[in-house]
C-alpha cells in the first residue's frame, strides 16, 4: 500500500505559447493553401503603453501569417463621432474581414457604441450584441466567438482531453468579455458550470468543487491552493502588473491565481505570462481567417 498522496508532483504547466505557434502555422498554410489575403484592422485609442504593446504584437502577427494588417493609431482626445466614422469606413472596406477597437477607450467615447456600429460580421472579438446572442442560444457555428474564451477552451480540452462532458467547471468573474462567454462555450461542451463573482458568498467552498476552475477576475493572485481540488485543471486568464518584491522599482506579471501554492494540487495549470495570453492572438487570426474563407465570391 502506497501512503504517497494522490497528488504530490507539481503540476502539467500548460504551454499557452506552444499551442498557439500550432494554431498560427495551421493560419499560415490556410493563407496560402486557400489563397486569400485576410485584412484585420486594429484600431488603438490613446497611448496606454500595454493596449500599445497588445495592438502591436496583433497586428505583427497578422503580417506574419500573410495578413492584410492594418493598424490606426488615433489621439486619445478623438471623440465618439471620430471614430464611429473610422469603425463605418472599415465595415464597408472590403480588404478589411476583422475589426477590433482595443480597450479600454477613453472616458469619452461609449464602448457599446463602437461595439454596435461594428458590422457583426466583421467582429472578430465577438462582442457584438448578434454574436453573443449567437452564443448564448447555441448557434456557436454562426457566432464570431470571443478570442480570450476560444483561447480558454482550447488548452481545457489540451488538458481535459475532448470531451467535457459532465464535468463541474466553475468560473471566476462575470464580465461580458471572458466569463459570461466561457460560461456559454462550456455549457455548449455538457459541462456542469457555476460562475462566481463578487457577492458570491465563500467562493472558495465552490472553487474546491470544480474540475475545471477558470480565474478571470484581475485580481492578482486571489486563488490559493486551499481553493483547489486536488487534480483540478486551472485556467489563469488574468493578467496583472505588480511590483516586484525583489527588485525595488521594477514590477512583473501575475495571474488571478497563486501559481507556486497552486501548482502543488493542481493536475494542470497555465501560466502567466505564456499561458492563454498567446492564445488570444491566435484565436483572433482564427476568427479573422474564418471571415476571410466565408466572404470569398
Ligand atoms: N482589451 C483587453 N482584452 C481585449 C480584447 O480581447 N479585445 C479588445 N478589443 N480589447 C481588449
Redesign the pocket.
Known amino acids: 500500500m502506497t501512503t504517497e498522496p494522490l497528488f504530490s508532483r507539481d503540476a502539467e504547466v500548460i504551454d499557452g505559447k506552444a499551442a498557439a505557434a500550432v494554431i498560427v502555422e495551421e493560419i499560415r498554410n490556410a493563407v496560402l493553401l486557400e489563397q486569400v489575403t485576410p485584412g484585420l484592422a486594429v484600431v488603438l485609442v490613446g497611448s496606454d503603453p500595454a493596449?500599445a504593446v497588445?495592438v502591436r504584437n496583433k497586428a505583427n502577427r497578422a503580417r506574419e501569417c500573410g495578413f492584410f494588417s492594418r493598424q490606426i493609431v488615433l489621439a486619445a482626445t478623438t471623440s465618439e463621432d471620430e471614430l464611429l466614422k473610422i469603425v463605418s469606413e472599415l465595415n464597408l472596406d472590403r480588404a478589411i474581414h476583422g475589426i477590433?477597437?482595443?480597450?479600454?477607450l477613453p472616458p469619452q467615447i461609449n464602448s457599446q457604441h463602437v461595439i454596435d456600429a461594428i458590422d457583426p460580421e466583421k467582429d472578430v472579438?465577438g462582442?457584438h450584441y448578434a454574436n453573443a446572442g449567437r452564443l448564448a442560444v447555441g448557434a456557436a457555428a454562426d457566432a464570431l466567438v470571443?478570442?480570450?474564451p476560444l483561447g480558454a477552451l482550447r488548452l481545457i480540452k489540451q488538458a481535459c482531453g475532448p470531451d467535457l462532458g459532465g464535468l463541474h467547471a466553475v468560473i471566476l468573474g462575470r464580465s461580458n468579455?471572458v466569463g459570461k462567454q466561457l460560461a456559454n462555450l462550456l455549457l455548449l461542451e455538457h459541462c456542469t458550470v457555476s460562475v462566481v463573482h463578487s457577492r458570491t458568498i465563500n467562493p472558495e467552498n465552490i472553487c474546491r468543487q470544480a474540475d475545471i476552475l477558470v480565474a478571470a477576475v484581475g485580481v492578482p493572485r486571489l486563488v490559493k491552493g486551499s481553493w483547489i481540488k486536488p487534480g483540478a485543471v486551472v485556467i489563469d486568464v488574468g493578467i496583472n502588473r505588480v511590483a516586484d518584491d525583489t527588485r525595488p522599482g521594477q514590477s512583473h506579471l501575475v495571474g488571478d491565481v497563486d501559481f507556486d501554492e497552486a501548482r502543488t494540487v493542481a493536475a494542470a495549470i497555465t501560466p502567466v505570462p505564456g499561458g492563454v495570453g498567446p492564445m488570444?492572438i491566435a484565436m483572433?487570426l482564427k476568427n479573422t481567417l474564418s471571415v476571410a474563407l466565408r466572404s470569398r465570391p
Open positions: 493596449s497588445y477590433l477597437v482595443q480597450f479600454p472579438d462582442f470571443p478570442c480570450t468579455i488570444t483572433l
